[in-house]
Nanobody, 127 residues
Framework: QVHLEESGGGSVQPGGSLRLSCAAS???????MGWFRQAPGKEREGVAT????????YYADSMKGRFTISQGNAKNTVYLQMNSLEPEDTGMYYC?????????????????????WGRGTQVTVSP
């Protein structure tokens, strides 16, 4: 089983940037690798996901143009580059893995499709 570990969170001012990393415990066959976030008192929401086989990615509307998901050359690391951060981006960010068939427009943001989760990394955006 693939174990996931996030890193790269921290505190930044509005307009700042962070790069999150998700490292898998081992190389894996092609998967749907996603980033989710959860703010206090709110439900977990999908941020972005990438199909590691082709690199095709999906984004939540509010993140398009600001966030970029990518994978490393070794294919056991997925990144989330976050620019122009806003206070509303504050929350715990989780990396998750799902089977490839869920890397599609109507499934990718459904957290229940993902069977492997990291413990999360905290992102705080404040003046």
């Amino acid at each position: 089983q693939v174990h996931l570990e996030e890193s790269g969170g921290g505190s930044v001012q509005p307009g700042g940037s962070l790069r999150l990393s998700c490292a898998a415990s081992d190389t894996y066959s092609n998967l749907c690798m996603g980033w989710f976030r959860q703010a206090p008192g709110k439900e977990r929401e999908g941020v972005a996901t990438i199909y590691t086989g082709t690199g095709r990615s999906y984004y939540a509307d509010s993140m398009k143009g600001r966030f970029t998901i990518s994978q490393g050359n070794a294919k056991n690391t997925v990144y989330l580059q976050m620019n122009s951060l806003e206070p509303e981006d504050t929350g715990m960010y989780y990396c998750a893995a799902a089977q490839p068939e869920y890397c599609r427009g109507d499934y990718w943001s459904q957290s229940r499709r993902y069977t492997r989760w990291g413990r999360g990394t905290q992102v705080t955006v404040s003046p």
